[in-house]
């Protein structure tokens, strides 16, 4: 009596919660993927602009980087539903993520672009190489190199963060754990399990990096 | 041919070049000496359009470098230039550093410009350096892939900006005897330099730079032997002890 409405975790959920892992890691995906290629556009831009340019990118940017991702979301799924353009969980979630993590991807790749002397773009004009090929050739590949591992602590954050689009009804990893612990009142084991997850994903990237850098250092 | 009519050119209010003239003829190798902000290396940048002019004209081979019209990359292609930083290229390795311009620029194959590539190693003497990258290597071996970057693109020109600055006393004779090399092959060249022996050694003519204008021009034995003017002989007086 009284424990009627709850029936304890079951193998039977594992289907359940590989929706959540499948949900997560695509959402991190999408969210890393298009961080990446506006980041490195947006990052290139500032790195090139004049003053003035940069002063109103810049305040984009740190406005983005500033607000909580929790606010942003439940800004941008109320104030576009109101609209009336009601979005999936998935997409509202996917742009603000997406731009979440361009915003600091762009400072990243600006680090990059500007860790490359001038002299050495210079030389490579010098050979005769276009603009857009010293660019291709000589800055993005030298400035990416430097900056990997500061890339991948920002993806790192962006997965873990993706949590946060369960507040909007996103089927991630939390949510369908939330909704697991509710019907089984098992938080402790679920809770650790999702834990557990993360860690297991974000570790080995972050040893990596860290391998890069020392790599990189000598 | 490389002709300088009167080139004026500044950095915002301060004129660094006041009026410069200068004739480079085919095979002939011509060195700029004089002090610091005197104004010798900003015209080797305005030459090779990297930096642009306020009046005047440059014409190499009868292309004006700075009329609207010249496609300036194209131009390049046909002036080699080293710099006193080396700038080699820290993500490739020697051979891919030598290799990338006549690739991307050239569009050669990458088989014969991997073969362009080496020969030109092979002659600073880099031959045995190939699959290095180039942060391994000393400023004197760096310089050299330098000049082999440049001249693996086959240029009619080399300009030199204070090539042997940079680099510790013991690896300056290295890259010199490489610019002699280079003279020996009849290549153009116009040397900014504070080797005042070298210069000496190498030159046909000589410019002794002095507050943006060409104070004293001639053969070595003018300029840097026998200097008529007072400034030359002041600055050769400090150069040389």
Redesign the interface.
């Known amino acids: 009596m009284g424990n009627s409405f709850f029936t304890p975790l079951s193998w039977n959920d594992t289907g359940f919660i590989l929706t959540g892992v499948l949900n997560t890691v695509t959402i991190s995906l999408v969210a890393i993927i298009v961080g990446t290629l506006l980041g490195l556009a947006v990052g290139f831009i500032r790195a090139e602009a004049n003053r003035f340019t940069n002063i109103l990118l810049g305040g984009v940017l740190d406005a983005l980087r500033s607000v909580p991702l929790i606010i942003q979301l439940i800004l941008f799924s109320t104030y576009v539903g109101a609209i009336g353009h009601p979005l999936d969980p998935f997409v509202t979630g996917s742009i603000v993520l997406s731009l979440y993590s361009m915003a600091f991807m762009s400072e990243v790749f600006r680090g990059g672009f500007e860790s490359v ?1 001038h ?2 773009a ?9 603009y857009w ?1 010293t660019v291709a ?2 800055r993005l ?2 400035g990416l ?1 430097a900056v990997f591992p500061s890339w991948l602590g920002v993806a790192l954050s962006v997965i873990k963060d993706s949590a946060l689009v369960s507040v909007i009804g996103y089927m991630e990893l939390l949510r369908t754990s939330e909704q697991l612990i509710s019907r089984t009142q098992q938080p402790l084991e679920i809770l650790i399990g999702v834990g557990l997850f993360y860690f297991i994903v974000s570790y080995p990237l972050s040893l990596y990096g860290r391998y890069i850098e020392r790599k990189m250092a000598i | 041919m490389i002709q300088i009519q009167n080139v004026h050119k500044s950095f915002g209010s301060l004129e660094v070049l006041k009026g410069i003239n200068l004739e480079v003829n085919k095979g002939e190798v011509v060195s700029v000496i004089g002090g610091s902000g005197s104004g010798k290396s900003t015209l080797l940048y305005c030459i090779n359009a990297i930096e642009k002019i306020q009046q005047g004209r440059i014409i190499v081979d009868d292309i004006d470098v700075h009329a609207k019209s010249t496609n300036r990359d194209k131009l390049r292609q046909k002036l080699g230039m080293v710099f006193q930083q080396w700038n080699s290229f820290p993500h490739l390795t020697v051979l891919e550093n030598a290799s990338l311009a006549p690739r991307i620029v050239l569009k050669m194959g990458r088989k014969e410009a991997m073969e362009i590539a080496k020969k030109e190693l092979n002659h600073v003497g880099l031959g045995d350096k190939f699959d290095e990258y180039p942060t391994r290597m000393s400023g004197g071996q760096q310089q050299r892939l330098a000049i082999a970057r440049a001249l693996a693109m086959k240029p009619d020109y080399m300009l030199f900006d204070e090539v042997t600055s940079a680099l510790d006393p013991e690896l300056v004779g290295e890259v010199l005897d490489t610019l002699r090399m280079l003279r020996d092959d009849g290549m153009t060249m116009i040397c900014v330099t504070h080797e005042i022996a070298f210069a000496r050694e190498v030159s046909d003519k000589v410019a002794f730079f002095h507050q943006g204008v060409i104070e004293e021009i001639g053969t070595p034995e003018q300029v840097i032997v026998n200097p008529r003017k007072e400034a030359t002989q002041k600055f050769l007086s400090k150069v040389l002890h």
Do not use: D, F
């Open positions: 002397h002299s050495m210079t030389a490579a004009r010098s050979l005769g190489m276009s090929q050739y000589i590949p030298i190199r």
